[in-house]
């Protein structure tokens, strides 16, 4: 207990930490958390983020790194980095394991107590596969720079293994990809996958045919992107179909295994089964209290006001995917757009607080929502400064523009329109390295099945 009680005064008192200025405490580095502290930079406060990674990652370009177009320190940052001009920032590479909302105080993993006036939690959102967890191993979900490589890894070691196989007996199994879920991630990864399979590996084998290869995307509901307007969903499902993506929509998947996932009563076999299909908030609302103090939705997500306050908790701010927050008798989305702008109100709603003014109410300005599909094709839904639904190379020089914009970092910038103008034109990946382990899951499983069926043909 000495040592704990040595830890928080150590942070509490450090030198230059006037005790009088409020204490800002943000909880994730991500989107909002970025926005959060930068939003503090004028006002009188001292601003203290916690992260358990040391980096922020821009998650909208996250696929690429998945399907080997850009590298990881292309789309990621550190959060030192970016908030060394700040003055009245500081960074902590820990993770919350609790929250005093009474004592107003946040402990961390290492063992330090951080008291605070104001708390912002924006910790964002992790897979959901909807109570079979132990799909996860099987069906990798793309959220972390972790999650991208290791779908990396399996994509491009599926096409050497079909490769080894072939040279070795003569025959492999099937490269069928399955993604499963129709959102902008589902529709990212499909189209890209199937991109990597018919344009990029084509030349780079000598036994097998990498643009044979088959790609599934499987949705439960009656049409993918759900969330955009009809006529964009029906031109990103047409495009995917040139590509070569089979397109599944009412598929209910019920089970997946290594090298198999089953939908609707039929199984297909899956050299790599990618998962897109669901999120859930991380954990840390549950952290505030237990309802009626914090009520939760069924994702998790802390339901708060039009302040982004939970409920009786005026000091605390919920911001981005960890935010349920209604507007216009709507649900606002969890994605980047949002998740800015949440953090940007931080500031202001403080800065009202230090002035002695009201504090205002949090209005989402939605811009609109784009996919790419595959090379130089998206679908864009256009609201400012003109509304227009897009597609095809519109849409995408479209998306292209907005996400070298919003990359943080000017070599970030320079760095990514440099590997995608060297992959469009050249037909070249450039982030192709598979590290790691060498197995695929239920490649072993599928290579015995054939050699079986095989044995029996021949007799």
Sequence with gaps: MADERVKQEAVATRPGNKRRRPRVVIVGGGFAGIHAASGLARLDVDATVVDRRNHHLFQPLLYQVATAV??????????????????????????????????????????????????ALATGATHSYFGHEEWAKQAPGLKTIEDAIEIRRRVLLAFELAERQMVERGWHPP?????????????????????????????????????????????????????????????????????????????????????????????????????????????????????????????????????LNPPGLPEVFVLGDLAHVEQDGRQVPGVAQPAMQMGDFLGKAIAA?????????????????MATIGRMSAVADVKWPFRAHMSGWPAWFTWVTV????????????????????????????ARLITGDQRLPGWEEQTEAKRSDKGRAAD
């Design 353 to 369: 607080d230090l002035g002695g003014k009201p504090r205002p109410v949090f209005r989402y300005f939605d811009k609109g929502d």
């Design 403 to 430: 996400h070298i914009f919003f990359l943080i970092g000017f070599r970030n910038r320079l760095s990514v329109l440099a590997n995608w103008m060297w992959t469009y034109f050249t037909f070249t990946r450039g």
């Design 70 to 119: 850009l590298s990881p320190a292309d789309i990621a940052q550190p959060i030192r980095t970016i908030l060394r001009q700040q003055k009245n920032a500081e960074v902590l590479m820990d993770e919350v394991v609790g929250i005093d909302a009474e004592a107003r105080v946040v402990s961390l993993a290492s063992g330090v107590r951080i008291e605070y006036d104001y708390l």
């Design 175 to 307: 490269l069928n990809f399955v993604v499963i879920g129709g959102g902008p991630t589902g529709v990212e990864l499909a189209g890209a996958v199937s991109d990597i399979a018919r344009h990029y590996m084509t030349h780079d084998f000598r036994h097998i045919q990498p643009d044979k290869a088959r790609v599934c995307l499987l949705d439960g509901g009656h049409r993918i992107l759900a969330a955009y307007p009809e006529d964009l969903s029906a031109r990103a499902e047409a495009t995917l179909k040139k590509l070569g993506v089979e397109v599944h929509t009412e598929a209910q998947v019920t089970g997946v295994g290594p090298g198999w996932v089953e939908a609707n009563g039929e199984r297909m076999e899956a050299v790599v089964t990618l998962w897109a299909a669901g999120v859930e908030a991380s954990p840390l609302g549950k952290m505030l209290g237990a309802p009626p103090k914090v009520n939760l939705d069924e994702r998790g997500c802390v339901l708060v006001n039009d302040r």
